[in-house]
């Protein structure tokens, strides 16, 4: 448990007037719903476990003793100043521990045609409640929160660093930066991807990798990455498209539609099998840029076969094939060179 007094910033006389108006301040700042920065929400935890502790006499006096008992054996504490969340800490698409590369998801669709996406970039101030220097400043001498007043840690053998053993100070860590002297911050950036970016290729943005605010910034590049389509697979700049088609359909002819990355094509097929499976479209596939010629669509018709049928649809079909069986020379030349080998080999 942190120290409640150096957590709200208070002298150990504060009254409950101004252990409120403490909290109040703090968890205006802190609030999830206030502050959209990652470590928010935990700063804002520890400032409510604080407050509530300071307004249960009983649990403070029981957290009093605990913290006694542990000075009096040399037991030091850090009130979790090494526990707090990394402001800094790149987002989980960003590539490199500094933050100057990232890598942005797109749609198959956002890629293609172009899109301006808004990415949130993580980044430092200087910390407004300490300017900067880590540390708060008190009116009065206060206990100190490594020794508890005792003035020395480590069994009672060496002096406390923090207080150079008197047991007492005049500053502590600053609770709003918690003694770095930064505060994390976060900014928004609008992202302009032009038309026909395949994964791998990079946007360059000037100026806009920015650590802390202030800074002249370095380019941010920001890598595509392009998400799995339902329909397409991506090749170079060729566009693959499977197609299923119901056999009925295959073998009368007629329209059907292909997708595009913006639309439907209307295909006409001849009856199959004068018309093969394959298709290949030039121009409507990735479009290109840098000069580059837009790709091909490449769509395989896949034959659908129905799984059931009624008593109606039966009938239709064995009249289809007593048809068939009928010319079978004509109409399915296989079947018919099948049957006459097999009467060729049943009379011998």
């Not at 890598?103 to 293609?112: H, Y």
Request: hydrophobic share 35%; aromatic share 4%.
């Amino acid at each position: 448990m942190h120290d409640p007094f150096v957590v709200l910033g208070l002298d150990r006389s504060a009254s409950p007037t101004e252990i409120k108006r403490a909290y109040r301040t703090l968890a205006m700042r802190w609030h999830p719903d206030r502050n959209p920065t990652r470590e928010a929400e935990e700063r804002f935890k520890v400032v409510k476990a604080a407050y509530e502790l300071l307004l249960d006499p009983q649990r403070l006096a029981a957290w009093e003793a605990c913290r006694s008992e542990e000075a009096a054996h040399g037991v030091a504490d850090s009130d979790g100043m090494d526990d707090a969340p990394d402001a800094d800490r790149p987002d989980s698409d960003t590539d490199d521990a500094d933050g100057s590369r990232l890598t942005l998801q797109l749609d198959l669709e956002e890629a293609a045609l172009g899109c301006t996406r808004s990415i949130r970039l993580a980044s430092k101030r200087v910390c407004n409640d300490c300017d900067g220097s880590g540390r708060h400043q008190y009116a009065r001498s206060m206990a100190c929160p490594e020794c508890k007043g005792v003035g020395r840690v480590r069994r009672a053998k060496n002096p406390c660093e923090a207080c150079g053993g008197q047991g007492y100070v005049r500053e502590t860590p600053c609770i709003g930066c918690l003694g770095q002297g930064w505060q994390g911050s976060t900014r928004q950036l609008d992202v302009r991807v032009p038309p026909g970016m395949l994964p791998g290729e990079r946007l360059r943005l000037a100026k806009q990798h920015r650590p802390r605010e202030g800074d002249a910034g370095n380019d941010l590049l920001v890598a595509i990455a392009i998400r799995p389509h339902p329909l397409f697979e991506l090749d170079g700049c060729d566009l693959e498209c499977t197609v299923p088609v119901g056999i009925f359909r295959l073998l009368h002819g007629g329209a059907i539609d292909i997708p595009l990355l913006n639309g439907t094509h209307l295909l006409e097929i001849a009856s199959y099998p004068a018309h093969g499976l394959d298709y290949a479209f030039a121009g409507l596939g990735y479009p290109g840029r840098h000069g580059r010629n837009a790709g091909q669509l490449r769509v395989r018709l896949v034959p659908v076969y129905p799984h059931e049928l009624d008593e109606a649809a039966r009938k239709l079909l064995l009249r289809l094939d007593r048809a068939m069986l009928a010319d079978a020379a004509r109409a399915a030349p296989e079947l018919h060179a099948w049957h006459q080998t097999l009467q060729a080999r049943t009379e011998a």
